[in-house]
């Protein structure tokens, strides 16, 4: 599913480079915390450098809250996507979208030899088809 150089420098195009991770262990209160702090609707839940799982906002909003999760005891990993939705970075943004698709997430984690090195989200791939001349 690799495709030309071009359809690569794509996906990092278009791609977010600085993403948020925290550890397993951390409480929902915390994750929301960050997730103010750092204008991020997700966290990339990490262990020794590698993801783990993923915690997106509507997994507190739809989940915690209404299930009453006490946001200063609940553990990120009790709630979070798991195994976390990733894509390696020579894949294209074809691929972007069929996993997407396939995962049923909004956000994939990119990486590069088992390393986080940024991720893709559905805004992304939304951004690079509107490059691409088509419109919504």
Do not use: Q
């Not at 103010?36 to 783990?52: A, M």
């Amino acid at each position: 599913m690799s495709g030309t150089g071009e359809s690569i420098a794509e996906l990092k195009k278009f791609m977010t480079p600085s993403v948020w991770m925290v550890k397993p262990n951390v409480t929902l209160y915390e994750t929301c915390r960050l997730m103010r702090e750092h204008r991020s609707s997700y966290l990339v839940i990490e262990d020794h450098g590698k993801p783990v799982g993923i915690l997106l906002e509507e997994d507190i909003v739809r989940r915690a809250v209404p299930e009453n999760f006490d946001l200063k005891t609940t553990l990120a990993r009790e709630i979070m996507c798991t195994p976390a939705p990733t894509i390696e970075s020579h894949r294209t943004m074809e691929d972007v979208n069929s996993l997407m698709k396939i995962r049923g997430c909004r956000v994939l984690v990119i990486v590069e030899d088992d390393k986080i090195v940024g991720a893709i989200t559905l805004l992304g791939l939304l951004w690079c088809l509107e490059s691409r001349g088509k419109r919504f």
